[in-house]
């Protein structure tokens, strides 16, 4: 019923920033309803929790994250953000959008020492 499209991974040094983006596709009602989070895999690694957003945009981090990230959402544009700082080495993973059942495709973010 909803499909997810992740974009914004890519390379970044140590310390740097990136900015994911989540656009959600399909039924009006469901995307602004929903509550929506933002997940990684790094390889050989289970995929984590990596924080997640109500609905009316109350936020939950995991604490892997350390206060690094922020997520938000745009209802009217359908779309979910995780802004993401002080990135480090261990940070690199496919981070993935999820919502109404559904998952992205997923988008790169690979950190540099």
């Known amino acids: 019923q909803v499909q997810l499209v992740e974009s914004g991974g890519g390379l970044v040094q140590a310390g740097g920033s990136l900015r994911l983006s989540c656009v959600a596709t399909?039924?009006?009602?469901?995307?602004?309803?929903?509550?929506m989070g933002w997940y990684r895999q790094a390889p050989g690694k289970q995929r984590e929790l990596v924080a997640t957003?109500?609905?009316?945009?109350?936020?939950n981090y995991a604490d892997s994250i350390k206060g690094r990230f922020t997520i938000s959402r745009d209802n009217a544009k359908n779309t979910m953000f995780l802004q993401m700082t002080s990135l480090q080495p261990e940070d690199t993973a496919v981070y993935y959008c999820?919502?109404?059942?559904?998952w992205g495709q997923g988008t790169q973010v690979t950190v540099s020492s």
């Open positions: 999820a919502g109404a059942r559904s």
């Open positions: 399909g039924s009006s009602f469901v995307i602004k309803t929903m509550g």
């Open positions: 957003i109500t609905s009316g945009g109350v936020p």
